[in-house]
Nanobody, 125 residues
Framework: QVRLVESGGGSVQPGGSLRLTCAAT??????????VAWFRQPPGKEREAVAA????????TYAAAVKGRFTLSLNNAKNVAYLQMAGLRGDDTAMYYC????????????????WGQGTQVTVSS
């Protein structure tokens, strides 16, 4: 059984940083299950892609809104994905979700089979 558990959310002032963690268990670690992504859902808006990475090879892919400020990385030995967020802004406020098991374009939420419960990030002065 696949389980994704996010942590690390919280409240931060504009310009601040946070690191989100996604701990995965039960993933096959190959093929579609080797894709891990972060999505976010701002209040009153649809879920949107933040970043994704393939555990086997290659670097992460980022949404334009976060490129240069967020960094997605993996610790394959621990089955953990990290989202380091810097230069946070008010429009980064959202529930952040970890997803895995990609079957389609990386930025479509409908293309992921597994989801965590989310962790809230609030950016406010």
């Amino acid at each position: 059984q696949v389980r994704l558990v996010e942590s690390g959310g919280g409240s931060v002032q504009p310009g601040g940083s946070l690191r989100l963690t996604c701990a995965a268990t039960g993933l096959a670690g190959t093929g579609a299950d080797a894709w891990v992504a972060w999505f976010r859902q701002p209040p009153g808006k649809e879920r949107e892609a933040v970043a994704a990475i393939y555990a086997g090879a290659g670097g992460p892919t980022y949404a334009a809104a976060v490129k240069g400020r967020f960094t997605l990385s993996l610790n394959n030995a621990k089955n953990v994905a990290y989202l380091q967020m810097a230069g946070l802004r008010g429009d980064d406020t959202a529930m952040y979700y970890c997803a895995a098991g990609l079957r389609g374009p990386w930025d479509g939420s409908e293309n992921y089979k597994y989801w965590g419960q989310g962790t809230q990030v609030t950016v406010s002065s």
